[in-house]
């Protein structure tokens, strides 16, 4: 094997260096690192000479012509594939890309935007889709056959009846742990009897729906996306549309109207559990009787509160299902896209859920109900 080796000379205004040997892989680092140095610190004409029996491959040609940028240079060689890679190379940059450091707060105000834009395109979305649920939900009633029975009910049992036990089971521990609190504090200040009133109101007004409607938003809202969601993923979406049949119709429309129906009759249920596990925690904790928590309930918690918590339980119902099965309707592409739908579709019940919430507490507090 040939040892790479190359010489210098001087014209009248060029640097001549030629080349003798096999430049290839083998080639060691010092004396390409040493041809580097002598080509970047010239600044007149450089002449490639490549002797006869100088064997030169692609990768050697190309770290030349890469320090060879920005120079005058000419090239010697009676090989016909060395002129060729170099005419080749010609046509093609040699410009490596550089990194570089991304800027923190360029960054930050990007994925701000971004989220943002994110944001406002996914609430339009949803408004457009409430609107559209609202206009074949009113094309119903032109056309009860749109109506499907079999599946509202089904929806019902799987929504309302399945979700009884964890419903009941939740309702019972939280008020529970919130009434002991409360009767501990109540106890200290000498009015432990105040705690009923307090536990009952609290009950009826918040603790049944709100905690009803985080564990059905939880539950329901999740299972409606992922369901959608494997229907758009099996296509079996796209049969319904090309059937002439409306997914609004078929997939959205029977799972509000069966939370609509489940949600008050839940929230009656879980108002009786909540009252029952604040009788309990007060007759363990301060020792009331059961006779005197409902003397005192019957006269200081007025009806009004169990019908605001009633009243709640309808518009829970509809925020629940309309974010599950919107979100279901985006999942595309794969399985990633499905699973992101759904904890989206949890997260954003959730929030229209204190929203509902929170609007339902401003407005009765102004109207002083």
Known sequence: MNTPRFSLGRTNLAL???????????TPKQTLKNLRNIIRSTNTIIELEFLEDCKVDFA??????????????????????????????????QDTPTYKQPNIF????????????????????????????????????????????????????ESGIRALPIVLITSFIVS???????VIQLDKMGAPLMSVEIIGKLSLRELGPFILALVVAGRSASSFSAQIGVMNLTEENDALKTMGFSVIDFLVTPRIIALVITMPLLVFLADLVSLIS????????AGISFTQYWERFYEYVSITNFFIGIAKAPFFGVAIALVGCFRGLKVHGDTESLGKQTTLSVVNAIFWVIVINAIFSFFTTSLGI
């Open 60 to 93: 050697i040609c190309s770290l030349l012509k890469y320090h060879l940028q920005g120079k005058r240079f000419l090239l010697h060689t009676q090989d016909s594939n060395i002129s060729k890679i170099f005419a080749l190379l010609e046509d093609f940059p």
């Open 278 to 285: 604040g009788m309990l925690a007060l007759n363990v904790q």
């Open 106 to 157: 360029l960054s930050f105000y990007k994925d701000l935007n971004l989220s943002t834009q994110n944001f406002f395109t996914s609430m339009i979305d949803f408004m457009n889709f409430f609107g559209m649920w609202i206009y074949y939900f009113c094309l119903s009633f032109r056309h009860p056959s749109r109506f499907k029975i079999a599946s509202i009910f089904y929806h019902i049992s």
């Open 176 to 182: 529970y742990a919130i009434a002991m609190q409360g």
């Open 16 to 26: 001549k260096i030629t080349f003798s040997g096999e430049w290839n892989y083998t």
